[in-house]
């Protein structure tokens, strides 16, 4: 595995990041469907397959462990060239692209060609500047028709990731998008709290905050610092008993 991500066939810009505590990608790639121009199939939605029985858990266990495979194998090859923060934001972005459901339907389509699969691939790693081994990665899902698992990998690369770089992930959500001074801060005071090396922030948006942020770290984000608006309407309309009535903000 290790050895087939280190084939460059082609080769693409690669870029250098910035070091820091705060270890927030500033890079901000922007592909739709239409930049990637896929082809005009009629494809359905991917809908989840019910099992019975303890087939469920099993199987989950089984994708679990394969994508654990994928990602130690890539994060192998990361620490081997010294690009292991490249890769994690050459990742974020491919996170990005496939979360788009017409994409992501695009590549597990049987009916679509993997000749046809493999010019998007190449599209996707022109336009992210995606590192050759990152872009060799992505051809080798669609041949081995693992791209449905391509999310699943990167949580797993996340992990693995965090542990060689011994950082702290903190998602920070927050109703509108904070400055980057703020994010510094809260970085600083998360590290405070957990004592780790790095910290990384990822950001997203949830108007139901009202105002304010939340900040989630720990394993799978089990530790949360609640500093919403949204809370504090909880807490009053716990302390005048209002029960069931809501509070319209």
Known sequence: MAAALQQTPITFQSRSLPSSQLQQSTRKIKLSLSTLLLP????????????????????????????GSYANALADV???????????????AIDKVFSDEAVMNFFINPTVT??????????????????????????????????????????????????????ELAVVSSVVEL???????????????????NVRIKTKIDPTLVAGFTIRYGNSGSKLVDMSVKKQLEEIAGQLDLGDIQLAV
């Open 40 to 67: 005009k199939l009629n494809l359905k939605s991917r809908q989840s397959r019910r099992r019975t029985g303890g087939g469920g858990s099993s199987g989950a266990r089984m994708a679990e462990s394969a994508a």
């Open 78 to 92: 990361a620490k081997s060239n010294n690009t292991l923060d490249q890769t994690s934001s050459d990742l974020e």
């Open 114 to 167: 993997e000749e046809d699969k493999a010019k998007i691939i190449d599209k996707i790693s022109n336009k992210s500047k995606l590192l050759p081994h990152v872009a060799n990665f992505l051809k080798i899902l669609v041949e081995m028709k693992r791209v449905d698992m391509i999310r699943e990998i990167i949580k797993e690369f996340d992990v693995v990731y965090n542990k060689l770089t011994e950082t």
């Open 179 to 197: 400055e980057s001074q703020h994010l510094a801060q809260i970085a600083k005071s998360v590290q405070k709290l957990t004592g780790a090396r």
